[in-house]
């Protein structure tokens, strides 16, 4: 059959944030499998921004693909799906939606494994677009009943708290600066475009989980070098994209600080290969990258969900 374009409202009305979770679960319990593979993302500089290109096979589904887009204001981003059984393109989906449902699902999937089960606040620095799926995310794996956000202008934080609760149902709090969005909460997402950090090691109460969302390249660093160190467990989406883009790791391993060995993947977690906390006091952390391989997951499912539902148009 021809492949079909998929559009931003289309992926809205085919998938929720659980389902994307699911999918990048199913995912991530086939990691270590020879055919599922991660290709790291490539830059190609552009005037004002770059080109970027992702890439990954997963054998379990048949599947492989790539999401490329412009780093630049106003940049669209697409992924393609392809058979891999005989080659054949499957389908061409607007990602931007789609993006920020797979980056909140590896978030949520995360929490799950690392978070205290008793988890109730959640601070989230950085209003963004991405940053409601991220909440949503974390929602679903954690009884939360407090958000308190926080953003640099004070008018946005306000209208975008009042936007959450409204759509989320539960609390959400503007917190006046970063100190107070995080202090004593029990999950904290970063999710911001800062070059230096945003969330310190000292404002973090004991037993708090971590997700590092917002950067990955090596210019941006959304938590102190403290923070990395508290932690008793460090996990990734993948290692080999973390030592091109994970700047909070990768400055301390150049310090002679941190060795990668004590970088585990998402994946390992999730296949029970890598152990989460042991304890309730423990700091944990999950640095996302956005990998490829989550990509392709995704979009192997809104296409499913697609054909299901006769949605998409016909290329």
């Known amino acids: 059959m021809p492949p079909i374009y998929l559009s931003e409202s289309d992926v809205g009305r085919l998938v929720t944030i659980k389902d994307a979770m699911a999918a990048l679960e199913a995912l991530f319990a086939t990691w270590g499998q020879p055919s599922t593979t991660n290709l790291p993302r490539q830059r190609a500089p552009l005037p004002g921004g770059a080109f970027n290109l992702m890439g990954a096979a997963y054998g379990a589904k048949g599947v492989h693909g790539l999401k490329a887009y412009a780093g630049v204001k106003g940049a669209q981003f697409h992924a393609l799906l392809y058979s891999s059984l005989d080659g054949?393109?499957?389908?061409?989906?607007e990602a931007d939606l789609f993006g920020q449902m797979r980056t909140g699902a590896a978030s949520g999937i995360a929490t799950r494994l690392l978070a205290n089960?008793?988890?109730?606040?959640?601070?989230?620095?950085g209003t963004g677009k991405q940053s409601r799926m991220q909440v949503a995310a974390v929602c679903t794996v954690r009884p939360i009943r407090q958000v308190r956000v926080f953003s640099r202008t004070a008018e946005h934080r306000e209208a975008y708290a009042r936007s959450l609760q409204s759509e989320l149902g539960v609390e959400v709090v503007p917190a006046s600066s970063a100190q107070a969005c995080v202090a004593e909460a029990d999950v904290v997402v970063t999710i911001t475009k800062s070059a230096k950090p945003v969330c310190r090691a000292e404002w973090l109460a004991e037993g708090a989980h971590v997700n590092v969302a917002g950067a990955n390249s090596d210019a941006r660093r959304e938590v102190d070098a403290?923070?990395?160190l508290r932690a008793a467990v460090k996990v990734?989406?993948?290692v080999a994209q973390a030592k091109e883009e994970a700047a909070e790791f990768r400055a301390l391993v150049a310090a002679g600080k941190l060795?990668?060995?004590a970088i585990r993947e998402l994946g390992e977690l999730v296949t029970g290969k890598a152990k989460g906390r042991t304890s309730p006091s423990e700091l944990t952390l999950f640095k996302s990258l956005g990998i490829a391989l989550e990509d392709v997951a995704f979009a192997e499912l809104v296409y499913e969900r697609?054909?299901?539902t006769g949605v998409g148009r016909p290329i």
């Open 117 to 125: 089960a008793h988890a109730r606040t959640l601070g989230v620095i």
């Open 259 to 261: 060795e990668w060995s």
């Open 226 to 228: 403290e923070t990395v």
């Open 236 to 238: 990734t989406d993948h």
């Open 88 to 93: 054949s393109l499957k389908a061409v989906i």
């Open 306 to 308: 697609a054909l299901a």
